[in-house]
């Protein structure tokens, strides 16, 4: 019997609050895996902004694209992706949106980006910790702009939560990760980066890449306005 079955017979996994005797929660193992079986997000701080972007990987041509978005608006400076369980994303960017606009109302003011993933990572980290829940099968990349400076977050199922130059969250993210590093400059612009992630799907997908099941979401630094572009218009850029 390997260790996964020792531990499902002992009964480790039957809640997401008991450490197994390896030190893992493994409702929370579970979870993660569920996330890298998420569609594909990449984001990128610019020179002169910030972008996500993301494949939808929608094939059946019964569902409207555009219902099916990935890459969701929390407030104007402020965009987040999900991997995972899209209902479980749901919850969370509803609550982020009404943060930002609950932090609006109170002090005039736009919302910091790192404030929006804290409360949000604090939120997951609580649902691994108390009985009765299940932990959030889902990980956000949030970007936006503080102040006109771009940055990017990413949070885990656990609500641990970084800031990155850039990352990959869902479906091969840790092959993504390293072709970043290998390829990220903090000198690109929105345009280069774009097309460096791009590629990075391309070389990684082979023939089951296909640019019309994307979407991009982008806000540069000056403009201060996020845009969106799916398919072909994403090469045009």
């Known amino acids: 019997m390997d260790m996964d079955m020792q531990h499902q017979a002992m009964g480790y996994d039957r809640t997401a609050t008991m450490f197994s005797p390896d030190g893992l929660l493994l409702q929370v193992d579970y979870a993660e895996k569920t996330v890298r079986l998420g569609v594909s997000s990449i ?13 939808k990987r929608i094939t059946d041509k019964l569902i ?28 969370l960017i509803e609550k982020a949106q009404l943060l930002a606009q609950q932090h609006r109302v109170t002090y005039d003011s736009p919302i910091e980006p790192e404030t929006i993933i804290k409360d949000l990572s604090d939120m997951k980290q ?43 969250i869902g479906e091969n993210d840790e092959k993504i990760r390293q072709k970043l590093r290998e390829k990220y400059k903090k000198d690109l612009t929105i345009k280069q980066g774009v097309k460096t992630a791009l590629d990075i799907l391309k070389e990684l997908k082979g023939d089951k890449f296909n640019v019309d099941q994307c979407e991009l979401a982008y806000i540069k630094s000056e ?5 969106r572009l799916e398919g072909k218009e994403i090469e045009k850029l």
Do not use: W
């Not at 984001?43 to 972007?53: E, K, Q, R, T, W």
């Not at 099916?68 to 919850?91: C, K, L, N, Q």
């Open 43 to 55: 984001g990128m701080v610019c020179a002169d902004g910030v972008f996500i972007v993301a494949d």
């Open 223 to 227: 403009e201060e306005k996020l845009k």
């Open 64 to 91: 409207v694209q555009e219902s099916a978005s990935r890459i969701h608006e929390v407030d104007s400076h402020i965009f987040v992706s999900s991997a995972g369980i899209t209902s479980d994303a749901r919850v």
């Open 126 to 168: 609580q649902f691994t910790q108390y009985g009765g829940a299940r932990p959030f099968g889902v990980s956000l990349m949030l970007a936006g702009l503080n102040n006109k400076k771009p940055e990017l977050f990413s949070s885990d199922v656990t609500g641990n939560y970084f800031a990155y130059h850039a990352n990959a």
